[in-house]
Protein backbone atom coordinates (compact mmCIF):
# COMPACT_ATOMS: atom_id res chain seq x y z
CA UNK A 1 0.00 0.00 0.00
CA UNK A 2 1.23 3.50 -0.85
CA UNK A 3 2.09 5.58 2.40
CA UNK A 4 -0.45 9.08 1.81
CA UNK A 5 -0.28 12.24 2.99
CA UNK A 6 -1.94 11.30 5.91
CA UNK A 7 -0.37 8.50 6.78
CA UNK A 8 3.24 10.92 6.97
CA UNK A 9 1.53 13.54 9.05
CA UNK A 10 -1.26 11.91 11.09
CA UNK A 11 -3.69 13.88 9.69
CA UNK A 12 -7.25 13.47 10.37
CA UNK A 13 -7.89 10.03 10.75
CA UNK A 14 -12.03 10.34 10.59
CA UNK A 15 -11.39 11.88 7.10
CA UNK A 16 -10.88 8.61 5.35
CA UNK A 17 -10.55 9.41 2.25
CA UNK A 18 -7.21 11.23 2.59
CA UNK A 19 -6.11 7.64 3.49
CA UNK A 20 -6.87 6.49 -0.51
CA UNK A 21 -10.49 4.79 0.70
CA UNK A 22 -13.46 5.59 -0.92
CA UNK A 23 -16.55 5.29 1.24
CA UNK A 24 -19.22 2.20 1.18
CA UNK A 25 -21.87 4.38 0.56
CA UNK A 26 -21.76 7.47 -1.14
CA UNK A 27 -25.09 8.65 1.09
CA UNK A 28 -25.98 7.33 4.25
CA UNK A 29 -27.85 8.24 7.60
CA UNK A 30 -25.60 8.52 10.85
CA UNK A 31 -27.90 7.86 13.58
CA UNK A 32 -25.95 8.74 15.91
CA UNK A 33 -25.46 13.11 14.76
CA UNK A 34 -29.17 12.77 13.41
CA UNK A 35 -28.19 13.38 9.90
CA UNK A 36 -26.96 12.20 6.79
CA UNK A 37 -23.32 12.55 4.97
CA UNK A 38 -23.53 12.85 1.52
CA UNK A 39 -19.73 11.41 -0.03
CA UNK A 40 -19.97 11.28 -3.76
CA UNK A 41 -19.27 13.76 -6.61
CA UNK A 42 -22.18 14.06 -8.61
CA UNK A 43 -24.76 13.37 -5.72
CA UNK A 44 -23.12 16.47 -4.16
CA UNK A 45 -23.02 18.53 -7.48
CA UNK A 46 -26.64 17.82 -8.17
CA UNK A 47 -27.79 18.89 -4.39
CA UNK A 48 -25.86 22.14 -4.67
CA UNK A 49 -27.97 22.99 -7.98
CA UNK A 50 -30.87 22.32 -6.71
CA UNK A 51 -31.68 25.03 -3.95
CA UNK A 52 -35.44 24.59 -3.97
CA UNK A 53 -35.16 21.15 -2.69
CA UNK A 54 -31.91 21.54 -0.63
CA UNK A 55 -32.58 24.37 1.31
CA UNK A 56 -29.26 26.13 2.91
CA UNK A 57 -31.00 27.61 6.17
CA UNK A 58 -29.98 25.09 8.14
CA UNK A 59 -30.52 26.68 11.51
CA UNK A 60 -34.22 26.09 11.15
CA UNK A 61 -33.18 22.60 12.39
CA UNK A 62 -31.32 23.01 14.98
CA UNK A 63 -33.07 21.34 18.13
CA UNK A 64 -33.83 24.49 20.44
CA UNK A 65 -32.21 23.04 23.60
CA UNK A 66 -28.62 22.04 22.36
CA UNK A 67 -28.07 26.34 21.83
CA UNK A 68 -31.19 27.39 24.12
CA UNK A 69 -29.34 30.58 24.78
CA UNK A 70 -28.45 31.28 21.40
CA UNK A 71 -30.81 33.55 18.97
CA UNK A 72 -30.17 31.74 15.73
CA UNK A 73 -33.00 33.55 14.25
CA UNK A 74 -31.22 36.96 14.92
CA UNK A 75 -27.54 35.09 14.26
CA UNK A 76 -28.88 33.64 10.62
CA UNK A 77 -30.59 37.40 9.29
CA UNK A 78 -27.89 38.65 6.34
CA UNK A 79 -25.85 35.55 6.34
CA UNK A 80 -25.70 35.05 2.87
CA UNK A 81 -23.99 31.15 3.55
CA UNK A 82 -27.67 30.53 4.77
CA UNK A 83 -30.09 32.66 2.52
CA UNK A 84 -32.67 31.25 0.02
CA UNK A 85 -33.64 32.34 -3.04
CA UNK A 86 -35.39 34.92 -3.60
CA UNK A 87 -33.55 37.07 -0.59
CA UNK A 88 -30.20 35.40 -1.50
CA UNK A 89 -29.84 36.80 -4.58
CA UNK A 90 -30.78 39.97 -3.55
CA UNK A 91 -28.14 39.98 -0.93
CA UNK A 92 -25.76 38.33 -3.27
CA UNK A 93 -25.63 41.36 -5.52
CA UNK A 94 -24.75 44.17 -3.05
CA UNK A 95 -21.56 41.85 -2.10
CA UNK A 96 -20.80 40.88 -5.74
CA UNK A 97 -20.77 44.42 -5.91
CA UNK A 98 -17.66 44.76 -3.94
CA UNK A 99 -16.06 41.81 -5.74
CA UNK A 100 -16.12 42.70 -8.96
CA UNK A 101 -13.06 41.69 -10.97
CA UNK A 102 -11.52 44.80 -11.62
CA UNK A 103 -11.57 45.35 -7.30
CA UNK A 104 -10.03 42.19 -6.64
CA UNK A 105 -7.19 42.44 -9.72
CA UNK A 106 -6.40 45.85 -8.12
CA UNK A 107 -5.45 44.29 -4.65
CA UNK A 108 -2.65 42.98 -6.11
CA UNK A 109 0.09 45.16 -5.73
CA UNK A 110 -0.93 45.37 -2.15
CA UNK A 111 -1.37 41.41 -1.46
CA UNK A 112 2.42 41.55 -2.77
CA UNK A 113 3.41 44.56 -0.44
CA UNK A 114 2.17 42.63 2.55
CA UNK A 115 3.19 39.24 1.69
CA UNK A 116 6.69 41.11 1.17
CA UNK A 117 6.56 43.20 4.95
CA UNK A 118 5.46 40.01 6.30
CA UNK A 119 8.43 38.00 5.78
CA UNK A 120 10.75 41.09 5.94
CA UNK A 121 9.59 40.70 9.93
CA UNK A 122 10.58 37.07 10.31
CA UNK A 123 13.03 37.64 12.71
CA UNK A 124 14.22 33.62 13.13
CA UNK A 125 17.73 33.33 10.29
CA UNK A 126 16.86 30.16 8.42
CA UNK A 127 13.18 29.53 9.58
CA UNK A 128 9.71 30.55 9.08
CA UNK A 129 6.33 29.59 10.95
CA UNK A 130 4.53 29.56 7.77
CA UNK A 131 1.11 30.08 9.17
CA UNK A 132 2.15 32.57 11.94
CA UNK A 133 4.35 34.48 9.61
CA UNK A 134 2.18 34.98 6.68
CA UNK A 135 -0.50 32.67 5.89
CA UNK A 136 -2.66 33.93 8.97
CA UNK A 137 -1.55 37.43 8.57
CA UNK A 138 -1.84 38.02 4.85
CA UNK A 139 -5.64 37.26 3.92
CA UNK A 140 -6.81 38.68 7.08
CA UNK A 141 -5.13 42.16 6.73
CA UNK A 142 -6.98 42.38 3.25
CA UNK A 143 -9.98 40.92 4.76
CA UNK A 144 -9.76 43.43 7.37
CA UNK A 145 -8.62 46.47 5.13
CA UNK A 146 -11.56 45.82 2.35
CA UNK A 147 -14.08 45.94 5.37
CA UNK A 148 -12.20 48.42 7.32
CA UNK A 149 -11.74 47.49 10.60
CA UNK A 150 -8.14 48.19 11.97
CA UNK A 151 -5.75 44.99 10.69
CA UNK A 152 -3.70 45.58 14.13
CA UNK A 153 -7.06 44.03 15.67
CA UNK A 154 -5.93 40.66 14.15
CA UNK A 155 -4.85 38.75 17.47
CA UNK A 156 -8.24 39.76 18.56
CA UNK A 157 -10.01 37.54 15.51
CA UNK A 158 -7.63 34.99 15.32
CA UNK A 159 -8.83 34.46 19.71
CA UNK A 160 -12.45 34.34 18.70
CA UNK A 161 -11.90 32.54 15.34
CA UNK A 162 -10.19 29.64 17.11
CA UNK A 163 -12.90 29.49 19.48
CA UNK A 164 -15.60 28.79 17.02
CA UNK A 165 -13.58 26.49 15.10
CA UNK A 166 -10.90 24.43 18.26
CA UNK A 167 -13.53 21.45 19.01
CA UNK A 168 -12.95 18.37 17.30
CA UNK A 169 -16.04 17.20 17.84
CA UNK A 170 -18.14 16.15 14.67
CA UNK A 171 -21.29 18.39 14.30
CA UNK A 172 -24.41 16.93 15.55
CA UNK A 173 -27.84 17.23 15.84
CA UNK A 174 -28.51 14.68 18.39
CA UNK A 175 -27.92 15.86 22.32
CA UNK A 176 -24.77 13.96 23.41
CA UNK A 177 -22.59 14.83 27.04
CA UNK A 178 -20.98 18.48 28.57
CA UNK A 179 -18.41 18.29 26.29
CA UNK A 180 -20.47 19.34 23.35
CA UNK A 181 -22.50 21.83 25.39
CA UNK A 182 -18.98 23.09 26.45
CA UNK A 183 -17.61 23.49 22.84
CA UNK A 184 -21.28 24.91 21.76
CA UNK A 185 -20.83 27.28 24.33
CA UNK A 186 -17.49 27.85 22.96
CA UNK A 187 -18.11 28.34 19.61
CA UNK A 188 -21.21 30.85 20.48
CA UNK A 189 -18.85 32.71 22.99
CA UNK A 190 -16.13 33.12 20.04
CA UNK A 191 -18.85 34.62 17.98
CA UNK A 192 -20.89 37.00 19.89
CA UNK A 193 -17.38 38.51 20.71
CA UNK A 194 -16.92 38.81 16.91
CA UNK A 195 -20.15 40.22 16.14
CA UNK A 196 -20.18 42.55 19.09
CA UNK A 197 -17.17 43.73 18.08
CA UNK A 198 -18.19 44.82 14.17
CA UNK A 199 -21.55 46.23 15.64
CA UNK A 200 -19.21 48.64 17.19
CA UNK A 201 -18.14 49.35 13.41
CA UNK A 202 -21.44 49.21 12.12
CA UNK A 203 -22.62 51.82 14.43
CA UNK A 204 -19.69 54.23 13.82
CA UNK A 205 -19.91 53.87 9.93
CA UNK A 206 -24.03 54.92 10.84
CA UNK A 207 -22.45 58.16 11.77
CA UNK A 208 -19.31 58.83 10.13
CA UNK A 209 -19.58 57.17 7.21
CA UNK A 210 -16.04 56.14 4.94
CA UNK A 211 -14.44 54.61 1.87
CA UNK A 212 -14.85 50.76 3.16
CA UNK A 213 -16.92 47.95 2.51
CA UNK A 214 -18.74 48.14 5.35
CA UNK A 215 -20.21 51.58 4.70
CA UNK A 216 -21.09 50.17 1.25
CA UNK A 217 -23.40 47.55 3.22
CA UNK A 218 -24.70 50.16 6.09
CA UNK A 219 -25.68 52.08 3.02
CA UNK A 220 -26.80 49.85 0.85
CA UNK A 221 -30.41 49.05 0.07
CA UNK A 222 -32.49 45.90 -1.38
CA UNK A 223 -36.11 46.76 -2.97
CA UNK A 224 -35.55 50.11 -1.45
CA UNK A 225 -35.13 49.54 2.11
CA UNK A 226 -31.69 49.36 3.86
CA UNK A 227 -30.27 46.16 5.92
CA UNK A 228 -31.08 45.94 9.22
CA UNK A 229 -28.32 46.48 11.84
CA UNK A 230 -28.06 42.24 12.50
CA UNK A 231 -27.89 41.97 8.76
CA UNK A 232 -25.20 44.17 8.26
CA UNK A 233 -22.68 42.91 11.18
CA UNK A 234 -23.86 39.51 9.88
CA UNK A 235 -23.16 39.62 6.38
CA UNK A 236 -19.83 41.49 7.55
CA UNK A 237 -18.75 38.84 10.34
CA UNK A 238 -19.02 35.78 7.23
CA UNK A 239 -16.41 38.03 5.33
CA UNK A 240 -14.25 38.37 7.98
CA UNK A 241 -14.42 34.84 8.89
CA UNK A 242 -15.27 33.03 5.30
CA UNK A 243 -12.31 35.84 4.03
CA UNK A 244 -9.36 34.39 5.87
CA UNK A 245 -9.22 31.26 8.07
CA UNK A 246 -10.41 29.27 4.72
CA UNK A 247 -7.08 30.81 2.68
CA UNK A 248 -4.84 30.61 4.92
CA UNK A 249 -5.27 27.20 4.88
CA UNK A 250 -4.86 27.08 0.92
CA UNK A 251 -1.37 28.81 1.75
CA UNK A 252 -0.48 26.34 4.18
CA UNK A 253 -1.76 23.11 2.22
CA UNK A 254 -0.37 24.58 -1.45
CA UNK A 255 2.93 25.15 0.13
CA UNK A 256 3.02 21.70 1.89
CA UNK A 257 1.90 19.78 -1.15
CA UNK A 258 4.60 20.90 -2.89
CA UNK A 259 6.71 19.94 -0.20
CA UNK A 260 5.90 16.47 -0.11
CA UNK A 261 5.53 16.55 -4.13
CA UNK A 262 9.51 17.90 -4.83
CA UNK A 263 8.93 16.93 -8.66
CA UNK A 264 5.89 19.31 -8.71
CA UNK A 265 8.00 21.82 -6.42
CA UNK A 266 11.25 21.88 -8.50
CA UNK A 267 8.62 22.07 -11.98
CA UNK A 268 6.53 24.72 -10.80
CA UNK A 269 9.19 26.70 -9.52
CA UNK A 270 10.97 27.10 -13.01
CA UNK A 271 7.38 27.46 -15.01
CA UNK A 272 5.38 30.21 -12.63
CA UNK A 273 2.39 29.08 -14.97
CA UNK A 274 2.19 25.97 -13.14
CA UNK A 275 1.53 28.13 -9.69
CA UNK A 276 -2.79 28.10 -10.48
CA UNK A 277 -3.06 24.68 -11.69
CA UNK A 278 -0.78 23.40 -8.47
CA UNK A 279 -3.04 26.10 -6.10
CA UNK A 280 -6.35 24.49 -7.66
CA UNK A 281 -4.92 20.89 -6.94
CA UNK A 282 -3.80 21.71 -4.06
CA UNK A 283 -7.91 22.86 -3.59
CA UNK A 284 -8.68 19.12 -4.36
CA UNK A 285 -6.18 17.50 -2.33
CA UNK A 286 -6.65 19.09 0.77
CA UNK A 287 -9.94 20.68 0.55
CA UNK A 288 -9.94 23.33 3.54
CA UNK A 289 -13.68 24.03 3.86
CA UNK A 290 -14.37 19.88 4.20
CA UNK A 291 -18.04 19.92 4.25
CA UNK A 292 -20.83 22.19 3.67
CA UNK A 293 -24.38 21.63 5.03
CA UNK A 294 -28.19 21.40 3.40
CA UNK A 295 -31.33 20.39 4.54
CA UNK A 296 -34.07 18.88 2.68
CA UNK A 297 -37.10 21.05 2.03
CA UNK A 298 -38.64 17.74 0.45
CA UNK A 299 -38.68 14.28 0.31
CA UNK A 300 -36.25 13.09 -2.37
CA UNK A 301 -33.85 11.02 -3.68
CA UNK A 302 -30.13 11.29 -3.79
CA UNK A 303 -27.76 8.95 -5.37
CA UNK A 304 -30.52 6.54 -5.46
CA UNK A 305 -31.26 6.64 -1.83
CA UNK A 306 -34.07 8.53 -0.72
CA UNK A 307 -33.92 10.93 2.24
CA UNK A 308 -37.31 12.55 4.01
CA UNK A 309 -37.76 15.60 4.61
CA UNK A 310 -36.59 18.28 7.10
CA UNK A 311 -33.34 16.25 7.24
CA UNK A 312 -29.75 17.32 8.00
CA UNK A 313 -26.99 16.50 5.43
CA UNK A 314 -23.47 17.48 4.95
CA UNK A 315 -21.78 17.27 1.77
CA UNK A 316 -18.47 16.10 2.09
CA UNK A 317 -16.31 18.03 -0.61
CA UNK A 318 -13.53 16.95 0.53
CA UNK A 319 -14.34 13.32 -0.05
CA UNK A 320 -16.11 13.92 -3.26
CA UNK A 321 -12.88 15.70 -4.34
CA UNK A 322 -11.41 12.51 -4.49
CA UNK A 323 -14.38 10.26 -6.18
CA UNK A 324 -12.85 8.04 -8.65
CA UNK A 325 -16.11 8.27 -10.57
CA UNK A 326 -14.59 11.77 -11.55
CA UNK A 327 -10.98 11.88 -10.57
CA UNK A 328 -8.43 9.49 -12.55
CA UNK A 329 -6.17 8.32 -9.85
CA UNK A 330 -7.98 11.00 -6.90
CA UNK A 331 -5.06 10.35 -4.41
CA UNK A 332 -2.28 11.34 -6.69
CA UNK A 333 -1.20 14.98 -6.75
CA UNK A 334 -1.68 16.01 -9.73
CA UNK A 335 -1.57 19.95 -11.20
CA UNK A 336 -1.87 19.32 -14.25
CA UNK A 337 -5.06 17.27 -14.23
CA UNK A 338 -7.68 19.05 -16.99
CA UNK A 339 -10.42 19.52 -16.07
CA UNK A 340 -10.23 19.76 -12.86
CA UNK A 341 -13.91 19.97 -11.55
CA UNK A 342 -12.83 20.08 -7.96
CA UNK A 343 -15.93 21.30 -5.20
CA UNK A 344 -13.63 23.36 -2.74
CA UNK A 345 -15.27 26.50 -3.55
CA UNK A 346 -18.94 24.98 -3.61
CA UNK A 347 -21.13 24.86 -6.71
CA UNK A 348 -24.75 26.67 -7.49
CA UNK A 349 -25.69 30.36 -6.43
CA UNK A 350 -23.58 30.08 -2.89
CA UNK A 351 -20.62 29.44 -5.09
CA UNK A 352 -17.80 31.11 -2.63
CA UNK A 353 -18.03 34.78 -3.80
CA UNK A 354 -14.14 35.25 -2.61
CA UNK A 355 -12.87 32.73 -4.42
CA UNK A 356 -10.85 34.98 -7.25
CA UNK A 357 -9.42 36.97 -4.24
CA UNK A 358 -8.08 33.43 -2.48
CA UNK A 359 -6.57 32.06 -5.86
CA UNK A 360 -5.02 35.77 -6.35
CA UNK A 361 -3.65 35.95 -2.88
CA UNK A 362 -2.17 32.07 -2.70
CA UNK A 363 -0.42 32.81 -6.73
CA UNK A 364 1.14 36.03 -5.08
CA UNK A 365 2.30 34.47 -1.75
CA UNK A 366 3.16 31.66 -3.72
CA UNK A 367 5.33 33.23 -6.11
CA UNK A 368 7.09 35.59 -4.20
CA UNK A 369 7.65 32.61 -1.56
CA UNK A 370 9.83 31.20 -4.58
CA UNK A 371 11.75 34.25 -5.29
CA UNK A 372 12.73 34.85 -2.21
CA UNK A 373 13.38 31.03 -0.50
CA UNK A 374 14.87 28.80 -3.25
CA UNK A 375 15.21 26.37 -0.73
CA UNK A 376 11.95 25.93 1.42
CA UNK A 377 11.40 23.05 2.82
CA UNK A 378 9.70 21.28 5.95
CA UNK A 379 11.93 20.34 9.19
CA UNK A 380 12.70 16.65 9.83
CA UNK A 381 11.26 16.12 13.53
CA UNK A 382 8.94 19.17 13.52
CA UNK A 383 6.09 17.95 11.50
CA UNK A 384 3.00 20.34 10.44
CA UNK A 385 -0.29 20.47 13.28
CA UNK A 386 -3.28 20.11 11.43
CA UNK A 387 -6.89 22.19 12.74
CA UNK A 388 -8.56 19.83 14.77
CA UNK A 389 -12.00 20.22 13.76
CA UNK A 390 -12.65 17.60 10.99
CA UNK A 391 -14.88 19.82 9.24
CA UNK A 392 -11.51 21.17 8.11
CA UNK A 393 -8.46 20.41 6.42
CA UNK A 394 -5.65 22.19 6.83
CA UNK A 395 -2.21 23.30 8.21
CA UNK A 396 -2.04 25.93 11.36
CA UNK A 397 0.94 24.96 12.19
CA UNK A 398 3.99 24.76 9.34
CA UNK A 399 7.34 25.18 10.50
CA UNK A 400 9.79 25.58 7.35
CA UNK A 401 13.59 26.01 6.85
CA UNK A 402 14.60 28.34 4.10
CA UNK A 403 18.54 27.69 4.39
C1 LIG B 1 -19.00 30.53 0.05
C2 LIG B 1 -14.92 27.94 0.34
C3 LIG B 1 -12.33 32.04 0.45
C4 LIG B 1 -16.41 34.52 1.05
C5 LIG B 1 -18.12 29.49 0.04
C6 LIG B 1 -18.48 28.10 -0.16
C7 LIG B 1 -17.33 27.38 -0.05
C8 LIG B 1 -16.25 28.30 0.20
C9 LIG B 1 -17.22 25.86 -0.16
C10 LIG B 1 -19.89 27.56 -0.47
C11 LIG B 1 -20.66 27.29 0.79
C12 LIG B 1 -22.01 26.66 0.52
O1 LIG B 1 -22.34 26.32 -0.60
O2 LIG B 1 -22.76 26.49 1.51
C13 LIG B 1 -13.88 28.83 0.39
C14 LIG B 1 -12.49 28.45 0.34
C15 LIG B 1 -11.75 29.62 0.35
C16 LIG B 1 -12.69 30.72 0.43
C17 LIG B 1 -11.97 27.02 0.27
C18 LIG B 1 -10.27 29.82 0.30
C19 LIG B 1 -9.45 28.94 -0.13
C20 LIG B 1 -13.21 33.08 0.59
C21 LIG B 1 -12.85 34.48 0.65
C22 LIG B 1 -14.01 35.17 0.86
C23 LIG B 1 -15.09 34.22 0.88
C24 LIG B 1 -11.43 35.03 0.50
C25 LIG B 1 -14.30 36.64 1.01
C26 LIG B 1 -13.50 37.58 0.92
C27 LIG B 1 -17.45 33.65 0.83
C28 LIG B 1 -18.85 34.05 0.90
C29 LIG B 1 -19.59 32.90 0.61
C30 LIG B 1 -18.64 31.82 0.38
C31 LIG B 1 -19.40 35.43 1.22
C32 LIG B 1 -21.12 32.77 0.58
C33 LIG B 1 -21.62 32.90 -0.83
C34 LIG B 1 -23.09 32.63 -0.92
O3 LIG B 1 -23.68 32.02 -0.02
O4 LIG B 1 -23.69 33.07 -1.93
N1 LIG B 1 -16.75 29.58 0.23
N2 LIG B 1 -13.96 30.19 0.46
N3 LIG B 1 -14.57 32.96 0.72
N4 LIG B 1 -17.36 32.32 0.51
FE1 LIG B 1 -15.65 31.30 0.38
Redesign the pocket.
Known sequence: MTTTLADTWGLHASQFWLRGKQPENRVEFAAELGMWNVYGHPEIEEI?RDPATFS?DTTRLVPKEMMPDADLEAMSAGN??Q?DPPL?NKM?KL?SRA?TPKVVADLEPRIAAITHEMLDAVTTPGRLELVEDLAYPL?VIV?AE?LGVPASDRHLFKGWVDKMFESSEQLSLVKKDEKQDEAIKKSLEGQKSLTDYLGVHVDERRKQPREDLLTKLVEAEVDGERLSRNEVVNFAN??LL???I??T??LGNSVLCLDTHREWDERARADRSLVPPAIEES?RFL???AA??RTTMREVEVGGVTVPADQLLMLW?AAANRDERVFTDPGTFTPLRDPNPH????R????????P??RL??RVALNILFDRYPALRTIPGEPPKFQVNPNMTGVRELPLTTA
Open positions: LSLLLHRVFPILILAGHTTMLLTPFVAVLAFGGIHFCIGALAEG
